[in-house]
């Protein structure tokens, strides 16, 4: 896993969880905001974003070669 990874991951999950908290935790009265509108909007954009670093985790996996090739430069002695 990059760090490029890690971080989308990592960006996801905090929005989740700074979206969660506006919205189930959050009773604040701010004229012409909903605090809980705005929990959702970050809850939504969050797991977006994590669906699109999984997926992209997932097939940067697939790509990975399975097949190694090995080059002598010499042959062994034989004992």
């Known amino acids: 896993m990059g760090i490029q990874q ?3 991951i990592g960006t996801s ?3 989740i969880a700074v979206g969660a908290i506006l919205y ?3 009773n604040a009265d701010i004229s012409g905001l909903e605090i809980s509108t705005i ?3 970050l809850m939504v954009v969050g797991i ?3 669906l699109i670093s ?3 985790l997932s097939s940067a996996r697939r790509g990975v070669a399975t ?3 090995v080059v ?3 042959e062994p002695p034989a004992y």
């Open 48 to 50: 977006v974003g994590l």
């Open 13 to 15: 999950l905090f929005l």
């Open 24 to 26: 189930f935790a959050v």
């Open 72 to 74: 002598r430069d010499r």
């Open 6 to 8: 890690a971080m989308g």
């Open 39 to 41: 929990g959702i909007i």
């Open 67 to 69: 097949e190694r090739t």
């Open 54 to 56: 999984l997926f992209f």
